[in-house]
DNA sequence: CTATTTTATGTCATATTTGACATATTAGAA
DNA sequence: TTCTAATATGTCAAATATGACATAAAATAG
């Protein structure tokens, strides 16, 4: 039953393409949000790891609370570039969001 | 002179804060940006390698020719969302594009 | 070189994102 | 439990991103 997914989306406000016969997400769309609530994620995990409070957060990025809510919920009403210069904002390096997006588990790998 | 930097990043639309006494980018500004052009290079790197036209790409992504011009530029008026979505399209993983962002020059790299 | 294709730049109406606010819900302590 | 802080959800005007279009500039043939 993928059309209970897709529903779970579209309530969010994500807008989905028509895809395939069976309505399955296709690949890329996938893909998209997939990496968008792994970005999203990380906001928060690394917000709690240095024990803020959203409030906190928002008033370090100049925003408000319920905008970092949504950011961590990972609702479709908030951007990528709002999500990374968050993480920014908490220390979280280029190299870290590049080692989450490739599903390395350790944060500050480097490959030789 | 870091005001050169700063006025080239105004003049094309950056929105920079304040900053330090120096009038340079605070680090996390910096980043982001890196991380923007990154991405729109890629962009632009990709769409050469399958020989495709801008013109080709924007269809593809349901755009125009004029703003995928932009996005490879990085210009600030194109959001990462849409840089993403376009990478997706023109069949780069999300592991790719980590990659990139954690500087491994080999795009398929996977850590152990 | 000239013609043709591709890419860059500027503008604009429309669409989406944004911070702010109110308020509901939840989590956690006493 | 009740009280309180934290988080979630909904709305809205203002700010920003978007596709479309025109046209300029640059690249590439021929």
Redesign the pocket.
């Known amino acids: 039953m993928k059309q209970q997914k897709r529903k779970q989306l579209e309530e969010k406000?994500f807008?989905i393409g028509s895809a395939s016969d069976f309505l399955e997400l296709i690949p890329e769309e996938e893909s998209y949000i997939e990496i968008r609530l792994e970005i999203s994620g990380l906001v928060k995990s690394q917000?709690?790891k240095r024990g803020w409070?959203?409030?906190q957060l928002?008033r370090a990025?100049?925003?408000?609370?319920?905008?970092?809510?949504?950011m961590?919920?990972g609702e479709?009403?908030?951007?990528l570039?709002?999500m990374i210069k968050t993480l920014l904002r908490l220390g979280v390096s280029k190299t870290q969001i590049g080692n989450l997006l490739t599903g390395n588990l350790n944060p500050d790998f480097e490959p030789a």
């Open positions: 406000g807008r917000r709690r409070t959203q409030q928002a990025i100049g925003s408000s609370q319920s905008r970092v809510a949504k961590e919920a479709p009403s908030t951007s570039d709002l």
